[in-house]
T-cell receptor, first 117, second 112 residues
Framework: EAGVTQFPSHSVIEKGQTVTLRCDPI?????LYWYRRVMGKEIKFLLH????????ESGMPNNRFLAERTGGTYSTLKVQPAELEDSGVYFC???????????????FGEGSWLTVV | KNQVEQSPQSLIILEGKNCTLQ??????????LRWYKQDTGRGPVSLTI?????NTKSNGRYTATLDADTKQSSLHITASQLSDSASYIC???????????FGAGTQVVVTP
């Protein structure tokens, strides 16, 4: 069974450009999460989808970030326009049930490494 | 201030030796605590998950403990192997919906 897959694995863009990251969760997982790790910091929550609905987007840094999950399958995270401080690793994760319930392992993708120059 | 603090930041151990990593948290309300292993350039992989009522949980050579009263957890690695070299991250789930709070991680290097 395929795990959480993310694309692209690495991306280098210029400040002001747009980048779209894609995440394919494990098949059947209703819960999809986006996290981010910027240089020297811990991984931080961005948002959480349950199927196609945004359950919690309190971690989204500003309106330059837009996440979608049309049809409740894959998700995209678009950064427009990108700024230097957006550089970091963007992790997508998925779980079958509610992530806070024990036994519900949250599976992470390998991350999309974004560098804004 | 991060609500999940880990120590040490890094450590180097000899292959075959044991080590213990610490995690203190202030996250509330507490739902569960997870330890993840993250190899360089890879995504985090779950090692253990513990709820409020669980004191210890093992996964092979990894044993996690939890003291919910003092809000402390530890991860013990027994008979370390070179493949154990990685960042070990303590993650606390607060309230609902899996809004995980991550520690900064402890970088473990196992040398021959």
């Amino acid at each position: 069974e395929a795990g959480v897959t993310q694309f692209p694995s690495h991306s280098v863009i210029e400040k002001g450009q747009t980048v779209t990251l894609r995440c394919d969760p494990i098949s059947g997982h209703d819960n999809l999460y986006w996290y981010r790790r910027v240089m020297g910091k811990e991984i931080k929550f961005l948002l959480h989808f349950v199927k196609e609905s945004k359950q919690d987007e309190s971690g989204m840094p500003n309106n330059r970030f837009l996440a979608e999950r049309t049809g409740g399958t894959y998700s995209t995270l678009k950064v427009q326009p990108a700024e230097l401080e957006d550089s970091g690793v963007y992790f997508c994760a998925s779980s079958q049930g509610k992530g806070h319930i024990s036994g519900n392992t949250i599976y992470f993708g390998e991350g999309s490494w974004l560098t804004v120059v | 201030k991060n609500q999940v603090e880990q120590s040490p930041q890094s450590l180097i151990i000899l292959e075959g030796k044991n080590c213990t990593l610490q995690c203190n948290y202030t996250v509330s309300p507490f739902s569960n605590l997870r330890w993840y292993k993250q190899d360089t350039g890879r995504g985090p992989v779950s090692l253990t998950i513990m709820t409020f009522s669980e004191n210890t949980k093992s996964n092979g050579r990894y044993t996690a403990t939890l003291d919910a009263d003092t809000k402390q957890s530890s991860l013990h690695i027994t008979a370390s192997q070179l493949s154990d070299s990685a960042s070990y991250i303590c993650v606390v789930s607060a309230g609902s919906w899996g809004k995980l709070q991550f520690g900064a991680g402890t970088q473990v290097v196992v040398t021959p």
